[in-house]
């Protein structure tokens, strides 16, 4: 290990585009240092290769007119000049049954060019020098016992599921199944727009449910929009432009368009049947909606994440400094003042679009999209938070102490809407001046959905971060399904709360089991569906 601490890396490859690309990737890891660079005929004897911890070998080597060098030859002078070093190859597909049985036993790892990219980092991150190993051990066995007991008695937050973090699955399950819940609500009273309507709804329940709308509203997507950052600059970073935006296309815009002109013709048939007495067999229906009444139901959302990759994208391709990557990777983790700083920019974001788009009012994208776009600087902001949390660690760093203020204040923000509204004289007549215009009740639905936003988003993440446990078996369930269900709940949702239309039952109670009967029903059919053969990797 170098004296400063840093692992020390020399990349060989033929490829420049591929030597470039491993610096970039390399110098955001924090601790490693790339030494050097260089073509596999070009690299014997340079100073770097004796100055290194560990030397990066491309073996996938440019066809040239003279001799190729034998791969296992180039290993083996490597090995000779620089004895102290270890040495990690990159394969490709076809070479890796070569470079598994004919390289030297001083080969520690190989790695598959374009999948083994995410092993190869925390190889290096991890990395530890042969002595080091050896002292590591020693401490490691004299203190066994010990931490074997220690282990049972602590709870570890940052449990895993494979390379994500096991709580952030089961937080976006849960955002899905609010999701769920909202759009149920919206049937029976709530304010908002849905699919179908339950005709038969009660002024209590509808209250409630509002309040409870407006709540999920304030916090729910733009958690989800933070997430989606989140995982973004790993995404690029693994895969490149190229297959960044090929998995994109696949994984959401192909989707997009089958529910927006295929899939959403379902509830909007049972829908039409149901409420409007349609006569016409769903065949006829669909041809004569088809390019007339597109749908996109709740994939707006992936719409909205393909502009927002689009301009990541442009930010890559306009930034490709190091340094940049590395600052970026440094930044430290928002204290609970700059957090209720960026709730009150919220706020004002908020109520200046209040002032052109009252609440609650769409605005139409390309005549298909419908977007709220008064919670968009929200949206974009978080997005933006979950990129940079992805680079300087946050979801890791972020202390759990805050926790109780964050859940006070959001006990509190839920306790106050509904006395907000009343001493705002909604139950007066002037519930449009919540919605917009120059009126203190406009101001402070921004301020209130600002501060929802933040806190609400803090406290779940917080809490579900020190209580999901390695064998909690739901949320492994759930995790490679959240995505299906999102995408065909609609197509439950409806047909469940269209057959509860004929019971009798107060809308809070069809509410529930609405929703409870849909998110069980939902994530079944997800797991169906994910097993036909090509969907699997869509979904």
């Known amino acids: 290990m170098a004296a400063a601490g840093k692992t020390r890396v020399l990349v060989i490859s033929d490829y420049p585009t591929v030597r470039a ?267 004569s909606t088809f390019w007339t009444d597109a749908d996109e139901g709740p994939t707006w959302f992936l719409f909205a994440l393909l502009a927002f990759s689009l301009g990541y994208t442009l930010w890559r391709l306009v930034t490709r400094k190091a340094r940049l990557a590395n600052w970026l990777s440094k930044l430290p983790v928002p204290k609970t003042g700059t957090l209720l700083a960026v709730a009150l920019v919220f706020g004002a974001f908020t109520f200046a679009i209040l002032q052109w788009l009252p609440l609650g009012e769409m605005f139409d994208v390309f005549g298909v999209f419908s977007l709220q776009l008064q919670f968009f600087p929200t949206y974009i902001i978080l997005f933006i938070a979950g990129m940079l949390a992805y680079r300087s660690d946050w979801l890791t760093k972020l202390p759990g102490k805050p926790l109780r203020f964050w859940g006070w204040l959001s006990a509190g923000l839920v306790v106050s809407l509904p006395l907000f509204f009343y001493v705002g004289g909604a139950v007066d007549g002037k519930l449009d001046y919540f919605m917009s215009g120059m009126h203190w009740q406009s101001v402070a639905t921004g301020l209130w959905l600002g501060l929802a936003a933040v806190a609400f988003s803090m406290t779940l993440t917080l809490w579900l971060r020190g209580r999901v446990s390695a064998n909690n078996k739901l949320a492994a369930f759930v995790s490679p399904n959240n995505y299906a269900v999102y995408l065909i709940h609609p197509l439950v949702l409806v047909p469940v709360t269209l057959g509860l239309s004929y019971f009798a039952l107060a809308g809070l109670v069809k509410f529930g089991i609405a929703s409870i009967i849909t998110v069980i029903v939902c994530y079944g059919l997800a797991t169906g569906i994910r097993r036909i053969p090509g969907l699997k990797s869509i979904l």
């Open 21 to 287: 690309d491993l610096r970039t990737i390399l110098e955001l890891v924090e601790g490693v240092e790339v030494v050097g660079e260089a073509a596999v005929t070009n690299t014997i004897h340079l100073p770097a290769t004796a100055q290194s911890d560990i030397i990066l070998i491309d073996l996938d080597m440019v066809r040239r007119k003279t001799r190729q060098p034998d791969r296992r030859e180039v290993v083996r002078k490597f090995s000779i000049e620089a004895p102290e070093a270890t040495i990690y190859i990159l394969t490709t597909a076809s070479l890796t049954a070569e470079a598994g049985s004919a390289l030297p036993d001083r080969v520690a790892d190989a790695f598959v060019k374009g999948i083994d990219t995410e092993r190869l980092l925390d190889c290096i991150r991890n990395f530890r020098s042969e002595n080091e190993r050896k002292v590591e051990m020693q401490a490691t066995r004299e203190r066994s016992m010990k931490v074997v007991e220690q282990a049972k008695a602590v709870a570890l937050p940052q449990v895993k599921f494979g390379s994500r973090l096991a709580y952030i699955d089961t937080l976006r399950m849960v955002l899905i199944v609010l999701v769920i819940m909202v759009h149920a609500a919206v049937t029976y009273g709530s304010l908002g727009e849905w699919t179908y309507e339950d005709p038969a709804q009660d002024e209590l329940s509808a209250i409630i449910l509002s309040f409870f709308v407006i709540d999920c509203q304030a916090f729910f997507m733009g958690l989800y929009f933070f997430f989606a950052g989140y995982f973004t600059p790993g995404a690029y970073d693994r895969k490149g432009i190229g297959k960044f935006w090929k998995d994109r296309l696949l994984r959401l815009g192909l989707p997009m368009l089958a529910y927006t002109y295929i899939l959403s013709r379902i509830p909007n048939y049972i829908d039409a049947v149901a409420n409007e007495g349609m006569q016409s067999s769903f065949g006829q229906f669909f041809i």
